[in-house]
Nanobody, 126 residues
Framework: QVQLVESGGGSVQAGGSLRLSCAVS????????ITWFRQAPGMEREAVAG????????YYADSVKGRFTISQDNAKATVSLEMNNLAPEDTAMYYC???????????????????WGQGIQVTVSS
């Protein structure tokens, strides 16, 4: 059974930093695409950053390029999202999601991910 558990959310002032982590069940970690999504109130869930665990290829939404960094720790089966220079518009529930690496759809298509974490809140105040 695939399990994804997010941690590290919280509240921060604009310009601050937070680090989110997604712990993946060991037998589900390898050879998959693991992506962070976020959803603000009244908005659609959008892809933020993703990484293929096999070859470390990563992807970012334009809105976070240069501010967010996705990384992986294979020994711990964990994917992290370092978020710097946060802005109020980054406020959202952040979700970790997983799909098999062989899927051919764009990394950012929400509906192609069958496995999701429970989500964690990030709040950025001005």
């Amino acid at each position: 059974q695939v399990q994804l558990v997010e941690s590290g959310g919280g509240s921060v002032q604009a310009g601050g930093s937070l680090r989110l982590s997604c712990a993946v069940s060991r037998d589900s970690y390898e050879n998959n695409l693991i992506t962070w999504f976020r959803q603000a109130p009244g908005m659609e869930r959008e892809a933020v950053a993703g990484v293929y665990t096999a070859d470390r290829a990563w992807y970012y939404a334009d809105s976070v390029k240069g501010r967010f960094t996705i990384s992986q720790d294979n020994a711990k089966a964990t994917v992290s999202l370092e978020m710097n220079n946060l802005a109020p518009e980054d406020t959202a529930m952040y979700y970790c999601a997983l799909r098999p690496a062989w899927y051919r759809d764009s990394w950012s298509v929400r509906t192609t991910y069958p496995h999701w974490g429970q989500g964690i809140q990030v709040t950025v105040s001005s």
